[in-house]
């Protein structure tokens, strides 16, 4: 029996954020928005004062100013954070970078320490991270217990997750959810290879062998439900499919798959000219992570292998179509 419940998510309009909200509201919770604009219907009744009600599912906070309505976060049983700049958008200029830490670490401390000071704080807080926390570590096994890799998105991950300690001192149970790439039509990688694929001009990027971990959208929701269910997991947990696949062989399932040859390779240095940093972190780094965590606590997998996946992914794409 499910039991329901109320629960916050942060960047609810986001990539998981827009997926998660209805599913969580299928399922019977009751889900409150925390939203960057003030929290006001369009057609809300209005005050005495003249201010428009605050809409009673929607919490304020902007992190850049410093506004936070925390008021509203009163009485959420669970937290669910996702909110964080795009990394995978424009070249990492400095400015980018500087953006792109302040999200997750500023955003995530002003969350935990308003988190703390509730006089009923929530059970829990379940906190997007990414396998980028472990860098390019070539053919390693990787699983919860390995150590922080180098470069930037390692250090943003170590940063990001220790931001989430005023809510660990206050007795919340926080989960990391280290995600890989996750696969969706609407946005990020697999969106932006279609096209070239489709042309009959993919292929491999860089030399083929580095390890992508992946994970579809479908299971991302699944994860994040199973995580406030399942209150042994706390600390970080890897969000990924069970087929950790090399660059190549995800390259020759997705030509597969489509029906196209992938017989036009990216070499690294074209891929640094296009992107950047942004190329060595997310396309040629390699990450062989394993979900251990979820394996143990027996998360089923609705898409446990890549073409299974896709294929799904595609015949929903032609379903809308």
Not at 51 to 80: C, I, K, M, R
Not at 86 to 92: E, P, S
Not at 200 to 218: E, K, P
Request: glycine share 10%; hydrophobic share 45%.
């Amino acid at each position: 029996m499910v039991t329901r419940m109320e629960i916050a998510v942060t960047g609810a309009s986001g990539l998981v954020g827009s997926a998660l909200t209805p599913a969580l509201a299928a399922a019977g919770h009751r889900v409150r928005r925390v939203v960057r604009r003030h929290p006001a219907l369009n057609r809300a009744p209005v005050r005495p004062s003249g201010q428009p009600a605050t809409h009673p599912d929607e919490v304020g906070w902007n992190a850049s100013t410093g506004y936070f309505e925390t008021a509203g976060l009163e009485g959420a049983e669970a937290v669910v954070h996702l909110a964080g700049e795009n990394i995978a958008t424009g070249r990492w200029t400095a400015a980018k970078k500087a953006a792109i830490r302040a999200s997750r670490v500023e955003g995530t401390r002003q969350l935990c320490e308003a988190l703390a000071g509730l006089p009923r704080p929530p059970r829990t807080l379940i906190c997007a991270s990414a396998v980028g926390y472990y860098g390019d570590r070539a053919q390693e096994r990787l699983t919860e217990a390995s150590a922080p890799g180098q470069g930037f998105l390692a250090e943003v991950g170590q940063v990001w997750e220790a931001a989430a300690e005023p809510a660990r001192r206050r007795g919340i149970r926080v989960v990391h959810l280290r995600c890989g790439m996750i696969l969706t039509l609407r946005d990020g990688a697999l969106a932006k290879m279609l096209l070239p694929f489709r042309l009959g001009v993919g292929g491999v990027i860089g030399n083929g062998t580095q390890y992508w971990s992946w994970i579809a959208l479908d299971d991302v929701v699944g994860v994040v439900q199973h995580a406030l269910r399942e209150m042994t997991l706390r600390g970080p947990v890897n969000t990924v499919a069970p087929q950790v696949l090399t660059n190549r062989e995800f390259t020759k399932t997705l030509g597969r798959v489509l029906g196209r040859p992938t017989v036009c390779p990216v070499p690294g240095w074209a891929a640094r000219l296009a992107f950047g940093e942004m190329a060595d972190a997310l396309l040629l780094a390699s990450t062989r992570v394993e979900p251990v965590q979820l394996l143990a606590t027996s998360y089923p997998y609705r898409w446990p292998e890549l073409e299974g996946a896709l294929r799904h992914l595609l015949a929903r794409e032609s379903s809308h179509a």
